[in-house]
T-cell receptor, first 113, second 112 residues
Framework: AAGVIQSPRHLIKEKRETATLKCYPIPRHDTVYWYQQGPGQDPQFLISFYEKMQSDKGSIPDRFSAQQFSDYHSELNMSSLELGDSALYFC????????????FGPGTRLTVL | GENVEQHPSTLSVQEGDSAVIKCTYSDSASNYFPWYKQELGKGPQLIIDIRSNVGEKKDQRIAVTLNKTAKHFSLHITETQPEDSAVYFCAASPGSNYQLIWGAGTKLIIKP
């Protein structure tokens, strides 16, 4: 079965640079969630989109923004990167009728030097 | 808001024995409780979930029980195998939105 695809899988950036993470949800899934996971931590919810509109917002810094496109893929844009932004970033997708059942992608490991 | 507590933080069991991980939640309106397994460097994998209208659900060696009155739910893994070694997260969905509120995770170690 098709799963959530994330790219890139690994990303290394310098402080103050920008980064763009991409997420391709499971086919026919219309809701996308972004999470940040630090070492030894549980995933922290950042933001979610349903039908290309922001549906919920969590602890996403103002330096970050995200959007969902017409093909339902989503991009997380991160600017003015800080050392503390180094983490695993996961995207999850769900079908609106079962919106609380979220399926996670493999993640993008972001390292900020 | 909802708060989920998970215990223990680390659990070491002998291969073939059973493992039990427990979670409590605070918001009585929560109605969906998934369990995720996360292996090192990988994304969380949904292994089983339960909704508030059900008391128990089983899938082969994995079972989840829910006590709505006490506001706790548990993951049971029987006949543990080395590949069960991972971090397990419980979560709760408050129902007012579709955010998942996560427990802190349990590192399960299966000793050969």
């Amino acid at each position: 079965a098709a799963g959530v695809i994330q790219s890139p899988r690994h990303l290394i950036k310098e402080k103050r640079e920008t980064a763009t993470l991409k997420c391709y949800p499971i086919p026919r899934h219309d809701t996308v969630y972004w999470y940040q996971q630090g070492p030894g931590q549980d995933p922290q919810f950042l933001i979610s989109f349903y039908e290309k509109m922001q549906s919920d917002k969590g602890s996403i810094p103002d330096r970050f923004s995200a959007q969902q496109f017409s093909d339902y893929h989503s991009e997380l844009n991160m600017s003015s990167l800080e050392l503390g932004d180094s983490a695993l970033y996961f995207c999850a997708s769900s079908l609106v009728q079962r919106t609380d059942t979220q399926y996670f992608g493999p993640g993008t490991r972001l390292t900020v030097l | 808001g909802e708060n989920v507590e998970q215990h223990p933080s680390t659990l070491s069991v002998q291969e073939g024995d059973s493992a039990v991980i427990k979670c409590t939640y605070s918001d009585s309106a929560s109605n969906y409780f998934p369990w995720y397994k996360q292996e090192l460097g990988k994304g969380p994998q949904l292994i089983i979930d339960i909704r508030s209208n059900v008391g128990e659900k089983k899938d082969q060696r994995i079972a989840v029980t829910l006590n709505k009155t006490a506001k706790h739910f548990s993951l049971h893994i029987t006949e543990t195998q080395p590949e069960d070694s991972a971090v397990y997260f419980c979560a709760a969905s408050p129902g007012s939105n579709y955010q998942l509120i996560w427990g802190a995770g349990t590192k399960l170690i299966i000793k050969p």
